[in-house]
């Protein structure tokens, strides 16, 4: 008995010693696995870093044929939307404007969502030697063929406010008639509606043809949506990381795509 004993502990103490290896074995292998596919893609995103920064050489240096034939007059109105983070480098900024301004580019709005631009506006009027305030353009009744480049500056908080007063335009319509006798429906507020109002209180704005996106996320950051409705959007990557040539490229493939406007 004591031998029978002994033995199955002895079997015992084998098979968690084989489980112990095999644990480890595993534990090593996914390790390994785990840095081999970070190595790999590594690998990749460095290739794909190595073959833009070498097409955006290309580019500034006019090399590339095709991108030398920029038809600029598609872009009639430009938005640039930059994270807020990123939009305190003002040297950045300005040298990004200073580009667009070689390349031909009249009207554009500059925009963070919490208002961060608004606060260089003056800075960047002076620094830019041909630019003007959008708003002066309005105020003044000029046509938007102005020679010199025009700056809208925007962030999230004109897009809460003209919601705001444009649902309470429509509000205080909607209760002047329930004033008058006149039977209303059920108080449903439509977007062809909102896009009245929008207008009748200046809000509506140019719509954007193309809107670059210089951030880390992939999205329009809070840009009042009712301006977007057929504006073509590129994401640029960082403010920090931006390039001349990736700039061309955007415009340029904006420029020779072709759009097709629904009904």
Not at 39 to 59: A, D, H, N
Not at 142 to 151: C, F, H
Request: proline fraction near 3%.
């Amino acid at each position: 008995m004591p031998h029978s004993f002994s033995r199955v502990m002895s079997l015992t103490s084998r098979a968690q010693i084989v489980n112990r290896l095999i644990n480890l074995f595993v534990h090593h292998f996914l390790r390994l696995l785990w840095h081999f596919l970070h190595l790999l893609v590594s690998l990749w995103y460095l290739q794909v870093c190595l073959v833009e920064t070498t097409e955006s050489y290309l580019i500034s240096t006019r090399l590339l044929k095709d991108y030398k034939a920029l038809d600029i007059s598609k872009v009639q109105y430009l938005a640039i939307v930059i994270d807020s983070e990123d939009a305190r480098q003002i040297s950045k900024v300005l040298q990004l404007l200073k580009w667009l301004a070689v390349v031909g580019v009249k009207h554009l709005c500059l925009y963070d969502s919490i208002g961060v631009l608004k606060t260089y506006k003056q800075i960047i009027i002076e620094k830019l030697n041909n630019a003007v305030l959008f708003e002066e353009l309005v105020e003044k009744g000029l046509p938007m063929d102005s020679e010199k480049m025009s700056l809208e500056f925007a962030s999230i908080s004109d897009g809460k406010e003209a919601i705001a007063r444009a649902a309470n335009l429509l509000f205080m319509k909607h209760l002047k008639l329930s004033k008058s006798g006149v039977e209303q429906k059920e108080l449903v507020f439509t977007e062809p509606e909102m896009d009245l109002a929008l207008k009748a209180l200046g809000y509506r704005g140019p719509e954007p043809d193309l809107m670059l996106v210089y951030g880390p996320v992939r999205c329009h950051l809070g840009f009042s949506p009712w301006r977007l409705r057929y504006t073509e959007i590129a994401h640029m990557g960082p403010l920090k990381s931006m390039k001349y040539g990736s700039l061309i490229k955007a415009i340029y493939k904006f420029t020779t795509v072709r759009q097709n406007y629904g009904s």
